[in-house]
């Protein structure tokens, strides 16, 4: 059992740990890994993290961790089956910078484990658990640009993921024909029929939700800012309107932003 350490170098012993699980994985060049002696060494990695290092964590970022957690429970799973080493090495590469982002966040920022943000569940709307961690990723990388106050582009992922969470949540149902029966839904101006789904806007999931009872009319109201703001993406309408993203924006649409997320993800959770 290790020393009661600081949380600056409990995690400093965890990116050692890695860095010396991808050196010993580099002695061999095997396209898989199959010999006992390298699962073992990579279950024992990952379960120190568990046992020891994750104990000694609980005032850092739980945001972070639970990422480095997810990573970790996927180099666990690779053990259970023939993967390749390459599989292996870029998930102890994705463990490695995480950890040291969440290292930086320490330093710079002690008090960041006060922050009350938390990472949804997305199984009810991705049962893939790389989709689940894709998504989470995501969650966790506009929390990092509000952070640094990156305003636009922390908008623009939000609206980004929002889309994503709306499509999933069309894809998970069987009857799809609703969706392409709202007024709300898009058509093509000569045909008249609804636009396939990769052509949606933001703003067209939003009101085919709110018609659909995805989300509240509230919540659909207050959204119109978020996803008018998050066509900042293109230069030229930053330009003709004149008006800059700052903090404070950003801070706003993540207060929609949210609201909308956990009730598409009600929705989802309430879907047969």
């Not at 059992?1 to 170098?9: A, S």
């Not at 991808?22 to 060494?41: D, M, P």
């Not at 639970?66 to 429970?73: A, L, R």
């Not at 939000?158 to 609703?178: C, H, R, T, W, Y």
């Amino acid at each position: 059992m290790m020393e009661k350490n600081t949380p600056i170098e409990v995690i400093q012993e965890a990116i050692n740990a890695v860095d010396r699980l991808l050196k010993f994985l580099k002695k061999t060049k095997t396209g898989q890994i199959r010999s006992n002696e390298e699962l073992q060494v990579i279950k024992a990695t990952a379960l120190a993290w568990f046992n020891n290092y994750r104990s000694q964590l609980d005032t850092a970022d739980t945001n972070l961790v639970k990422i480095v957690e997810f990573e970790y429970s996927i180099l666990i799973g690779y053990v259970s089956r023939a993967t390749s080493r390459d599989k292996y090495q870029d998930v102890l590469k994705k463990i490695k910078s995480t950890l040291i982002t969440l290292q930086s966040q320490i330093l710079s920022n002690p008090s960041v484990s006060n922050k009350n943000i938390t990472i949804p569940d997305f199984s009810p709307l991705a049962p893939s658990l790389q989709m689940q961690g894709i998504l989470q990723n995501r969650w966790y990388e506009i929390i990092k640009c509000i952070d640094c106050e990156a305003s636009l582009a922390a908008t623009i992922m939000m609206g980004g993921l929002l889309e994503a969470l709306f499509l999933a949540q069309v894809n998970k149902i069987s009857d799809k024909s609703p969706v392409f029966k709202a007024k709300a839904a898009p058509k093509d101006f000569k045909s008249g029929k609804p636009l396939p789904l990769n052509e949606w806007t933001l703003s067209s999931y939003i009101d085919v939700a709110a018609e659909l009872n995805w989300i509240t009319k509230p919540i659909k109201e207050v959204s119109s800012v978020l996803r008018n703001y998050r066509n900042f993406i293109h230069p030229e309408r930053e330009l003709s309107t004149g008006i800059t993203l700052g903090p404070d924006d950003a801070h706003i649409f993540w207060s929609v932003f949210t609201q909308l997320a956990q009730q598409i993800i009600t929705k989802a959770r309430n879907t047969s």
